[in-house]
Nanobody
Framework: QVQLVESGGGLVQAGGSLSVSCRGF????????MGWFRQAPGKEREFVAA????????DYADFVKGRFIVSRDTAKNTVSLQMNSLEPEDTGVYYC????????????????WGQGTQVTVSS
């Protein structure tokens, strides 16, 4: 079964750091762009960050630039998101995503979604 499984969410105080990771199962995701979306309570799901299959291009939402870092380990079939200087507004469920086409991922319609991991930032 092809799936993405996230881990690493949790509770952190504002100003702190947290890392979430995602591992792909069922096939290699080496040819896919991978990334992260998030959904806060009562809000629509939104793009956070993405990295191309070669790892040579990174894309970030404006609200996380300079604070979050996306990376991947193709050999391990994983993608990670290091989150620094966290704010209460960063609270939400973080979803790992993957798609062969970067533009489709960026538009919020990637082929594969993880089940999500909760990140809560307290003030």
């Amino acid at each position: 079964q092809v799936q993405l499984v996230e881990s690493g969410g949790g509770l952190v105080q504002a100003g702190g750091s947290l890392s979430v990771s995602c591992r792909g199962f069922g096939r290699s995701f080496s040819g896919d762009s991978m990334g992260w979306f998030r959904q806060a309570p009562g809000k629509e799901r939104e793009f956070v960050a993405a990295i191309t299959s070669e790892g040579d291009k990174l894309d970030y939402a404006d609200f996380v630039k300079g604070r979050f870092i996306v990376s991947r380990d193709t050999a391990k079939n994983t993608v990670s998101l290091q989150m620094n200087s966290l704010e209460p507004e960063d609270t939400g469920v973080y979803y790992c995503v993957a798609d062969y086409y970067p533009t489709r991922l960026r538009r919020g319609i990637p082929t594969t979604w993880g089940q999500g991991t909760q990140v809560t930032v307290s003030s």
